[in-house]
């Protein structure tokens, strides 16, 4: 079954980090760029960031620039986001997929064509 399954959500408090992994099973992720997404209660779903299937290119939301950051452990078949200084307005659900346009595309959910069931993220005191 071809599939990817995000992991490391929960509850943190404001300030407090997290990290999200992302893992694909039954195809190899190397082949993919991946985006992150998120989608708050009663909001659209946002781009977070993406990075190419290489690694060597990544893009970010402006509200998450210098805050969080996305790699990738191909061996591993893993993508991560990293996610510091969260703030109450980074809750949301938070989605990985995979896109056969190796090329980092930033939040066009149009392009990816594979997605995890996503994992909740949330900040409060």
């Known amino acids: 079954q071809l599939q990817l399954v995000e992991s490391g959500g929960g509850l943190v408090q404001p300030g407090g980090s997290l990290r999200l992994s992302c893992v694909a099973s039954g195809f190899t992720l190397e082949y993919y760029a991946i985006g992150w997404f998120r989608q708050a209660p009663g909001k659209e779903r946002e781009g977070v960031s993406c990075i190419s299937s290489s690694g060597g290119s990544t893009n970010y939301a402006d509200s998450v620039k210098g805050r969080f950051t996305i790699s990738r452990d191909n061996a591993k078949n893993t993508v991560y986001l990293q996610m510091n200084g969260l703030k109450p307005e980074d809750t949301a659900v938070y989605y990985c997929?995979?896109?056969?346009?190796?090329?980092?595309?930033?939040?066009?959910?149009?392009?990816?064509?594979?997605w995890g069931q996503g994992t909740q993220v949330t900040v409060s005191s």
């Open positions: 997929a995979a896109s056969l346009i190796r090329r980092c595309v930033f939040g066009q959910s149009s392009s990816y064509n594979r």
